[in-house]
């Protein structure tokens, strides 16, 4: 597998063969979102854009009548699937792009887009994945959207207040010893926050945390 290849077939098939050991690393929610969480009414729809195996999807579910979580790739939704029921939460689980949303315009209440965005190769096409959160939201909405950060400490030679960020590869290392690379533009804060504000998003707050680029934002 070439792991610099960007495609989002390739990221579908890189997600699919690490999707059960991601489970096992990725048990708790986010204290950022946990936090956002906590100041939203949730309201009737709720959404979470790259849901990975749902530990943010089932706090979704506490605090709306319904949520939805979307990912590419079928392997992660699987182990939402089997969390949902150890766990006792209900959800919709929908294998689809971020950049193309499978739902209808103004429908979404709350909308967790975390860990997600770096994934996608291309300024224009991030940029349309954020237009494409926008276009589902409602107008009193409210969403938290999340990316790798250059203020992260694993790139030492950046301190965070570059205004570009830059492509890269980051291994994931199965218990076996084989690695699998995965793309991810690495956001510089004030790149982060433009590429919201192209998309026609409003920016509410913005801020570095944990090395990740963090916005709330609304339509």
């Known amino acids: 597998m070439d792991s610099a290849d960007p495609d989002p077939e390739r990221l579908r098939a890189v997600y699919d063969e690490i999707a059960d050991h991601f489970d096992k690393t990725r048990a708790y929610p986010w204290p950022e979102v946990e936090e956002f969480l906590a100041d939203s009414s949730g309201g009737e729809w709720a959404l979470d854009i790259g849901c990975g195996n749902g530990r943010h999807t089932a706090l979704l579910a506490e605090c709306a009548d319904h949520a939805v979580g979307l990912d590419i790739s079928r392997g992660l939704l699987e182990t939402a699937r089997v969390r949902m029921g150890e766990d006792g939460w209900a959800g919709e689980l929908v294998q689809g792009n971020g950049a193309t949303l499978p739902l209808a315009s103004n429908q979404i209440d709350v909308a967790l887009y975390v860990a997600t965005l770096h994934h996608l190769p291309e300024r224009e096409r991030r940029v349309q994945s954020l237009r494409e959160l926008r276009r589902v939201l409602r107008e009193d909405g409210r969403a938290l959207v999340s990316a790798w950060s250059t203020a992260h400490d694993r790139f030492d030679s950046f301190d965070g207040t570059e205004p570009e960020g830059f492509d890269t590869t980051v291994d994931w290392t199965l218990p076996d010893g084989e690695t699998v690379g995965r793309f991810y533009h690495i956001y510089a804060p004030e ?14 707050e913005s801020f570095v945390s944990s090395g990740n680029c963090y916005a709330t934002v609304s339509t």
């Open 191 to 204: 790149e982060f926050e433009a590429d919201l504000q192209a998309a026609g998003l409003t920016v509410q």
